[in-house]
C-alpha cells in the first residue's frame, strides 16, 4: 500500500490517496454501497469513503475536531454521496460528530473497538478508517446501542446527578477524617453523621460550641445513644487547621446538595415530556426505608406514566433504581428479541465459551454497563427480604458465595423488568414460602427422575418412622 500525503493550510484539507494491492474475493457481497468509515480522535478525525467518490481523487481525508471542521467532513460525505457511516466510538470525542452527522441525514453506526479490530499489521489512523469503510460495505458491521434522543437527554441528566452524589460522599469522607483527627467520634455513636444529629452537632462546632454537654443535647430524640455517651464521643482536642477543613468540607457538602436538588428538577423537568402511557396513579407503594441522597420528588407516579406498569412493586427496586435503568436502556424492549438477550447485553447472563462440546467457562463477561451496577446494587438489598427473591438469593448464596448470587439475582431482576416492561405485565410477589415450597417439589422432581434411570424408585416414609429410623 502506497501513500501519497498532500498538506494543505488547514488541517480538514489534509488528504492521503490510497492504492490497496489484495484484492477482496469476489464472494463477498456489497451491502452498503455509500458507505464511509471514520476514525475517531481527540484532534483529527480520519475519513474514507468508496473509491472514485471524491472529485479529486482522495478517498481518504483528514479533518481537525473544530466544528467548522466537523461541518466540512459533513459537507464532503455529501458531495460523494455517502448515506451512511461507520465510526469506532473512543471516549466521548464521538459524541458531537456523532449528533452533527445525525442531525444532517447521515445514517451512523456506533461500532464496538473489539468488532472493528484490525488484522496484525494494520494499524495506522488511515487504515482504520478504510477497514471501517470496507466492512460496512460488507454489511460486517453492527452499531452499539444507543437509545432515543428523550432517553438519552435524560440519561445525561441521571448520570450528572450521580456523579454530584460521588463528589458530595467524597466530602463526607472528608468531614469525617477532620472529626477524627481532633478525636471526636461523632460517628461512633450515630449511624450516619450527615443526618439531623450528626450536622446538627457539626454546625453548633463551626459556631464555635465546645462544651460535650451542650453538643450532646442537640441529640435527636430516635438517636440509639444514650446523651451521656454522645457527650464523652465529643471530648475532643480542637485544633484550628482540622476546625478549618471541617469547615470548608460542610460548605463543600452544603454546596453540591444544593447542585444535587437542581438537578433532580431539571431531571423532572424532563419526565414531564414523556408520553403518558396510563392515566391512574399507582396502587399505595409497600412501606419501605427511604434511602439517603433519592430523588427528591416522587419519582414513582412519573414512572408509572412513562411505562404502565409499577416498576417498584418488585422487591429491592426502588425508583431511583427504575430510573437508572430506564435511563441507560430506554423503553424500547424490542431491541432484544427475549429477555436472555437483554441480561447477556447487561453482562449478567452466564457466558457460554465452549470449544469442542466442552463448556470452558461461564464466567459473566467483564462490563462497566450503569444498568446493571444499579441491578447488582439493588439485589444486594434481598438479603433481608422475606420474598420469594429474598428466598432465591439466600439460597444461591448459600451454595455458590455472594459475589456470583449477586449477579444471578441482577440477572433475575433484569428479566423481570423486560417482561415487564415489553408485556405490560404485573408483577405479584408468591412469598418465601411459596417458593420454598415450589423449590421442594423441584427437587423431590430431579431426585424421582434420577433414582428412575438408575433403576429405583423413591418412596415417602410417615414422619414418626423416619424419627425412629434417626435414633
Partial sequence: MSTTPTRGKRRHEVCIVSKRKVPLPPQLKRVNLNAAGIDIGSEEHWAAVPPGRDSEGRDVRSFGAFTGDLCALADWLKQCEIETVAMESTGVYWIALYELLVERGFEVLLVDARQAKNVPGRKSDVLDCQWLQELHTYGLLRGAFRPVDQICILRSYLRQRSMLVTYASHHIQHMQKALEQMNLKLAHVVSDITGLTGMGIIRAILSGERDPVKLAKLRDPRCKSSEATVARALQGHYREEHLFALQQAVELVDFYQHQITACDR?????????????????????????????????????????????????????????LTVIGEVGLDMSRWPTEKH??????????????????????????????????????????????????????????????????????????????????????????????????????????????????????????????????
Fill in 342 to 471: 437483554f441480561g447477556s447485553w447487561l453482562g449478567l447472563a452466564p457466558g457460554s465459551k465452549v470449544s469442542g462440546g466442552k463448556r470452558l467457562s461461564s464466567r459473566t463477561k467483564p462490563s462497566a454497563n450503569r444498568a446493571a451496577a444499579a441491578l447488582r446494587l439493588a439485589a444486594q438489598s434481598l438479603n433481608q427480604s422475606q420474598s420469594a427473591l429474598g428466598a432465591y438469593f439466600r439460597r444461591l448464596k448459600a451454595h455458590i458465595g455472594a459475589p456470583k448470587a449477586l449477579t444471578a439475582a441482577a440477572y433475575k431482576l433484569a428479566r423481570i423488568l423486560y417482561r415487564m416492561l415489553k408485556y405490560g405485565a404485573g408483577y405479584v410477589d408468591q412469598g418465601e414460602v411459596a417458593y420454598e415450597e415450589r423449590y421442594r417439589d423441584r427437587l423431590l422432581h430431579n431426585l424421582k427422575r434420577r433414582a428412575a434411570e438408575l433403576g429405583f424408585q423413591l418412596t415417602a416414609i410417615d414422619s414418626n418412622a423416619a424419627q425412629l429410623v434417626l435414633t
Fill in 266 to 322: 431539571q431531571i423532572e423537568a424532563c419526565l414531564q415530556q414523556f408520553e403518558e402511557k396510563s392515566t391512574e396513579a399507582p396502587v399505595a407503594a409497600r412501606s419501605r426505608k427511604r434511602r439517603r441522597g433519592g430523588i427528591s420528588f416522587d419519582a414513582r407516579s412519573y414512572l408509572y406514566r412513562m411505562t404502565g406498569v409499577d416498576l417498584t412493586q418488585i422487591d429491592s427496586i426502588e425508583a431511583n433504581t427504575a
